[in-house]
């Protein structure tokens, strides 16, 4: 008898019996979507994170304001702009593996072009952070110089922004939008980086600061949001943070013994981390899933154990007209592996569909992992081969006499 | 065309089985030849071994002493798979209670041997259907073993047990399970399949069925108490076609 004859003669038997059939593969085919739905959320979680990381750009430190002390009471974390455009320059000229660093401050408004309107990001810097991103231009140009120094009326958009203001002809280059009642024009629209790096618009930090935020503002007029920096070098990242770190207490006047009043983080880094959490929630629900698949294999072996003793007369049978014991065996092991591919695939069709759902309802990121599905199929027709030896060797063993006098 | 040796040969052949420690002899010490062609029956009271010793000419089981033979080879020599395969090629097994797959439809159930001579699907259909019709069922090939009356299931049985063209068909109580009309239609069809040269091993208990048969070999107790070869007295009315 050869393996496909097997599979023919499986197929007969378990149409026999939908129900029993599919009641039996279930517990295959929930572990399986689960599997396979966990693999989708957790590499779609996964590519999100790569592509914040890519987005930030390589070897960036950011530099934001931490804890400062106000008559004893520690305040929150950035409840005080403690970093200055000098502390920039400083940075800039002081450190030597400091290639190109920016000062921001940030907020949103509303944007508006003609008829169309957008709520966005404005973030106020310098061209430095483009430098510091490596982010280049789809058109137009950066900030010039006198634009910088003297509070130019010019905005750089990102992707979305450009794509919601103006019609697909349309030429952002040198139109007029206004933010805040303020007339500017767009100089540049900048390449696409990712979805949640592209709804922003730049304008230059005394733009920012004098039309904005106004005189008004109780804010420090030199200070900044954040500060980013490129190091020149990978291998550089832990002296530059530390070269950071004592240039800032020392321009501060922080005395030793007192907390910093900033903080240098390494975003890919706490990203990179972040991921690794990722992956271990994901393995360990995974691990989880796996318990289902193991507890379906289960009920494989014991339905096939007691269909083995109710077809102990057909198997006497099939010994009696000539089948052998192997043949016997690979018929129960057809069985049990059909049960279990069968249940894998409706289980990788329920986890694909599953995924979307949850993609679409819950707003994730998910990713159909091809590499997920092979590996759950491989599990399914593992767990067959485990579950369906024990009944399929049981019912090879059985005399063909004994089976033949049974009723 | 005859064979060097007889078709089957038993020499000495016992059979005991030991349950809870205690050896009970259902065969003993039994000779004897069939040659091809021949029609046997196999006589004897409910115990007597009949079936022990259809068991063993089937190859389904070997004797504790002695030899069977089957064309001269001894076959405790050769291997359970071995054994199987010369069962799917050589060997027609016709039970009393007919032994059909219940979920399988007729042509199903005949073609079944062949599934383990290794024949393609196509050909085992096409051979399944001239069985039926040799045994005049083809208009039942697509009907499952319920629908069917005994006689008619009977009949799918010997064409099954005939597929493959055994060397020898084995019958244990054949028409057992059959009121005495249907039952000598039965016997018809194999007195008919005899005279094709098909040789034919038949148990019962019953002297009238016996009586059928050229050759009769009596068993008691597990021992051959009588084999005796008769004139042809076989009905000349034929169940076949």
């Known amino acids: 008898m050869t393996m496909l004859q097997g599979f023919q003669i499986a197929l007969h038997a378990l149409r026999l019996n939908p129900l029993r059939s599919f009641l039996t593969m279930l517990g295959i085919v929930i572990g399986v979507a689960s599997i396979v739905t966990v693999f989708a959320i957790g590499s779609g979680a996964q590519l999100r994170l790569q592509e914040q990381i890519r987005s930030i750009g390589a070897n960036v430190l950011m530099i934001t304001p931490g804890a400062v002390y106000q008559g004893g009471v520690r305040l929150k974390d950035g409840s005080k702009l403690t970093m200055t455009e000098s502390d920039v320059q400083a940075i800039l000229e002081q450190i030597p593996e400091i290639q190109a660093a920016a000062g921001s401050i940030a907020g949103t408004a509303q944007v508006i072009h003609e008829g169309k309107n957008w709520n966005t990001t404005i973030n106020g810097t310098t061209t430095g952070h483009f430098m510091v991103r490596d982010w280049q231009l789809a058109a137009g140009r950066y900030f010039s110089a006198t634009e910088e120094a003297g509070a130019g009326k010019v905005v750089i958009l990102g992707s979305t922004v450009a794509r919601e203001l103006f019609a697909p002809g349309d030429d952002p280059i040198g139109a007029q939008i206004r933010i805040m009642k303020v007339p500017l024009?767009?100089?540049?629209?900048?390449?696409?980086?990712?979805?949640?790096?592209?709804?922003?618009?730049?304008?230059?930090?005394?733009?920012?600061?004098?039309?904005?935020?106004?005189?008004?503002?109780?804010?420090?007029?030199?200070?900044?949001?954040?500060?980013?920096?490129?190091?020149?070098?990978?291998?550089?990242?832990?002296?530059?943070?530390?070269?950071?770190?004592?240039?800032?207490?020392?321009?501060?006047?922080?005395?030793?013994?007192?907390?910093?009043?900033?903080?240098?983080?390494?975003?890919?880094?706490?990203?990179?981390?972040?991921?690794?959490?990722?992956?271990?929630?994901?393995?360990?629900?995974?691990?989880?899933?796996?318990?289902?698949?193991?507890?379906?294999?289960?009920?494989?072996?014991?339905?096939m154990i007691v269909s083995v003793t109710e077809r102990t007369r057909e198997i006497g049978i099939r010994r009696a007209l000539g089948g052998?014991?192997?043949?016997?065996?690979?018929?129960?092991?057809?069985?049990?592996?059909?049960?279990?591919?069968?249940?894998?695939?409706?289980?990788?069709?329920?986890?694909?569909?599953?995924?979307?759902?949850?993609?679409?309802?819950?707003?994730?990121?998910?990713?159909?992992?091809?590499?997920?599905?092979?590996?759950?199929?491989?599990?399914?027709i593992a767990t067959g081969l485990v579950f369906g030896f024990y009944p399929a060797h049981k019912a090879s063993k059985l005399s063909p006499i004994e089976a033949l006098k049974t009723e | 065309m005859t064979a060097a040796a007889p078709l089957i040969s038993l020499r000495s052949v016992s059979r005991t089985y030991r349950t809870e420690g205690v050896a009970v002899a259902a065969v003993r010490n039994v000779s004897f030849d069939i040659a091809q062609g021949e029609i046997v029956a196999v006589m004897g009271p409910s115990g007597s071994g009949k079936s022990t010793l259809m068991n063993m000419i089937g190859l389904l089981d070997l004797p504790s002493e002695g030899a069977v033979y089957l064309q001269g080879a001894d076959v405790a020599d050769l291997t359970e798979d071995r054994r199987s395969s010369l069962r799917a090629r050589s060997i027609g097994f016709v039970f009393q209670s007919y032994n059909l797959l219940a979920r399988h439809d007729a042509i199903e159930n005949v073609a079944l041997p062949l599934v383990y001579c290794g024949i393609a699907r196509k050909e085992r259909l096409a051979r399944a259907e001239a069985s039926l019709e040799a045994v005049g069922m083809l208009h039942r090939a697509h009907h499952f073993p319920r629908q069917l009356s005994g006689g008619e299931q009977q009949r799918v049985a010997i064409a099954r047990a005939l597929i493959a063209s055994p060397l020898i068909v084995l019958a244990d109580e054949p028409t057992g399970a059959l009121d005495s009309r249907t039952g000598a239609e039965i016997l018809s069809l194999f007195a008919a399949l005899n005279r094709t040269g098909q040789t034919i091993v038949m148990i019962t208990h019953d002297p009238g069925i016996a009586a059928q048969c050229r050759r009769t070999i009596h068993l008691h107790d597990g021992e051959l108490v009588g084999d005796e070869t008769q004139a042809p007295a076989l009905p000349k009315r034929s169940a076949v076609s």
């Not at chain 1, 004098?210 to 550089?236: C, E, H, M, P």
């Not at chain 1, 069985?335 to 591919?341: P, Q, R």
């Open chain 1, 185 to 303: 024009e767009v100089v540049g629209v900048l390449d696409r980086k990712g979805p949640a790096q592209d709804d922003v618009a730049f304008v230059p930090l005394t733009t920012a600061k004098l039309r904005f935020l106004g005189s008004a503002s109780n804010i420090n007029r030199d200070s900044v949001a954040y500060i980013i920096a490129k190091v020149t070098a990978d291998g550089q990242m832990a002296g530059a943070r530390a070269e950071i770190a004592n240039l800032l207490r020392q321009r501060h006047r922080i005395p030793a013994g007192q907390d910093d009043d900033f903080k240098v983080q390494d975003p890919a880094a706490a990203m990179e981390a972040q991921q690794g959490a990722i992956r271990t929630v994901a393995l360990l629900l995974v691990a989880i899933a796996s318990v289902s698949l193991l507890v379906g294999g289960i009920s494989i072996m014991n339905v």
């Open chain 1, 324 to 380: 052998r014991m192997r043949d016997i065996r690979l018929q129960f092991l057809c069985e049990a592996l059909v049960l279990c591919l069968l249940g894998g695939a409706i289980g990788v069709a329920g986890g694909i569909t599953l995924s979307m759902t949850v993609a679409r309802m819950a707003g994730w990121v998910t990713s159909i992992d091809g590499q997920a599905i092979g590996l759950s199929l491989v599990f399914s």
